[in-house]
Nanobody
Framework: QVQLVESGGGLVQPGGSLRLSCAASGFTFRNYPMKWYRQVPGKERELVAIISETGGWTNYGDAVKDRFTISRDNARNTVTLQMNSLKPEDTAEYYC?????????WGKGTLVTVSS
């Protein structure tokens, strides 16, 4: 079955960096775009970044452009989100996502807290 397992979240001070990882299994990883979303309680889930199957194309939400970088390793079935210059408003649960056959699959999330 499809599994997405996020890791790397934690507490970081404003201006700091974190690197999130998502380990994928149960599908042919190299054939699908991958996404990172985030969600704050009481708000809708927000698209953070998307990467194409080969990694040759990426796109970012306006709130994270020029600060976050998404990448993937198709040999290891992992997708990574490098987050720099973190702000308190980046505090959220971060989720890895893949859409297969019209159905969205999600990991359980990893919590990022940006606070001094």
């Amino acid at each position: 079955q499809v599994q997405l397992v996020e890791s790397g979240g934690g507490l970081v001070q404003p201006g700091g960096s974190l690197r999130l990882s998502c380990a994928a299994s149960g599908f042919t990883f190299r054939n699908y775009p991958m996404k990172w979303y985030r969600q704050v309680p009481g708000k809708e889930r927000e698209l953070v970044a998307i990467i194409s199957e080969t990694g040759g194309w990426t796109n970012y939400g306006d709130a994270v452009k020029d600060r976050f970088t998404i990448s993937r390793d198709n040999a290891r079935n992992t997708v990574t989100l490098q987050m720099n210059s973190l702000k308190p408003e980046d505090t959220a649960e971060y989720y890895c996502n893949v859409r297969l056959g019209g159905m969205d699959y999600w990991g359980k999330g990893t919590l990022v807290t940006v606070s001094s």
